[in-house]
């Protein structure tokens, strides 16, 4: 078995032979073989073990085990105890991965600390098969398929050269005692069911369902790489630096709901919300899905699905100062200037010039109501904003970020869009208020 694992070590490029490694170390079957291989293997270990306190007296038992061990081949011994049911209910999260998450963080901690190369895990192919078959039964895409990778940043697991019979018939013949862990007999963890009952139940049909396994999770894992570089290239083709996916181009691809998913779910929505969301994309604008535990929307707008994080509309009233700046909610600067031979209007959008004699300080810069009305600059009567959006194709996006500038109750300016023709420059007008957003 040793060779094996070395093969497997220098095969996939786990561990070099100078430079510590950390261990996780439980005093099980699978750490003793663990530690005790790369111990003989020549790597500088340091042992390192987590006390859950889940399992009382029989916890401690382990603890001493470990400490003895690691004392017997005079390595580095480092331990830690954690309150895991307390971590647990405070994040709102199994046992079980509370377990995972205290012990990788500290493992992550002692790898800093001695500067190790890597944390050694004592995963083996039996860990893999389960893996896959727990993964498939909870419907997991490929990406939980292709079973446990030998190394996943600096977590490496150099026992997925050999399976479980190996581990304990190796260990039986170098002599070497390991301590038990009663929850592996429990099935109230859906691991143990598979381990204890499905598989035993699979061999029945096929005694190489193991290896079988395997070999598919082997085929999927190569697959997925294909996979994901294809998905990267759907995402350079239909999502735009502003987080907008083109439809049109979307519906061009082989398996658009499946892309689509994938151009999603990092922002939080789920599978079972991409079907609803795909049937909109033939539907008027205007239709919105929140992902169920983020912020993050998807607006339906004409021929886009914009993404976005959700904001409460903000009711705040800022007051502006002539001649002052505003840094919150927008970057906007004002100035005043008396009208001589060299004043010139600007046209740029984001600049707006009013008659200074008109306006009421302080101005004050707020988001649209319903019922808000102005009359654009060039026209007698006044409009709706409401009717402004629409004729300007404002997606509910738009109009929740956009600003108005007001004197007293009066808007005198949609932000970046659209001054008041009541307060133009005239030809009457001896000084004048510049607005300018940078």
């Known amino acids: 078995m040793l060779r094996t694992i070395r093969k497997y070590i220098e095969q996939y490029g786990l561990l070099q032979p100078d430079a510590p ?33 889940l399992r009382g007296a029989e916890a401690d038992r382990d603890e001493t085990f470990a400490r003895q061990i690691a004392g017997s081949l005079q390595i580095p011994f480092e331990k830690k105890d954690f309150d895991t049911v307390e971590y647990a209910d405070t994040h709102g999260i199994s046992i079980e991965m509370a377990a995972r998450e205290l012990r990788y963080q500290w493992f992550e901690t002692l790898r800093t600390a001695y500067h190790a190369q890597a944390i050694a895990v004592a995963h083996h192919q039996d860990d893999s098969v389960e893996t896959v078959l727990m993964n498939l039964i909870r419907g997991t895409g490929i990406g939980g398929l292709h079973g446990i990778r030998p190394k996943n940043g600096y977590v490496v697991r150099p026992l997925m050269a050999v399976n479980r019979s ?26 143990n069911v598979i381990r204890r009952q499905l598989l035993p139940l699979m061999e029945k049909i096929n005694p190489s369902v193991r290896e079988a396994i395997l ?52 922002y939080g929505f789920t599978r079972e919300q991409i079907p609803t969301i795909f049937n909109s994309l033939h539907r008027e604008s205007g239709k919105t ?27 705040t009233i800022y007051p502006v100062a002539p001649g002052g700046t505003l840094h919150t909610p927008i970057n906007l600067r004002t100035e005043e200037r008396t009208i001589d031979s060299s ?53 509910r996006l738009q109009k929740e970020q956009t600003w108005l500038l007001c ?30 957003v940078f």
């Open 21 to 53: 490694v950390i261990v996780g170390f439980s005093g099980g079957a699978d750490s003793v073989a663990l530690i005790h291989v790369l111990n003989r293997l020549h790597y500088r270990c340091i042992a390192a073990h987590c006390n859950f306190h």
């Open 166 to 191: 190996e581990i304990e018939v190796w260990l039986a013949e170098q002599k070497l005692t390991y301590q038990q862990d009663s929850t592996n007999f429990s099935d109230a963890y859906t691991r």
């Open 215 to 266: 070999r598919t999770s082997k085929h999927l894992s190569d697959i997925e790489v294909i996979y994901r570089s294809t998905i990267e290239k759907e995402r350079a083709r239909l999502l735009d630096d502003q987080e907008r996916i083109s439809i049109s181009r979307l519906l061009e691809s082989e398996v658009p709901q499946t892309v689509l998913y994938e151009l999603i779910k990092s």
């Open 289 to 315: 899905f929140s992902a169920p535990e983020t912020d993050y929307q998807i607006l339906k707008d004409r021929e886009l699905l914009i993404v976005y994080r959700k904001q409460l509309q903000d009711e």
């Open 343 to 395: 004043f010139i209007i600007h046209k740029h959008p984001h600049v707006a010039t009013f008659d200074r004699d008109k306006l009421t300080f302080p101005l004050t810069l707020r988001t649209w109501r319903r019922g808000d009305w102005f009359i654009p600059l060039g026209m007698k009567g006044r409009q709706k904003l409401s009717d402004y959006f629409s004729d300007h194709k404002f997606s």
């Open 407 to 436: 004197s007293g109750e009066d808007i005198v300016w949609i932000v970046g869009e659209r001054t008041d023709h009541r307060y133009r420059v005239e030809t009457t007008t001896k000084k004048v208020l510049i607005a300018t």
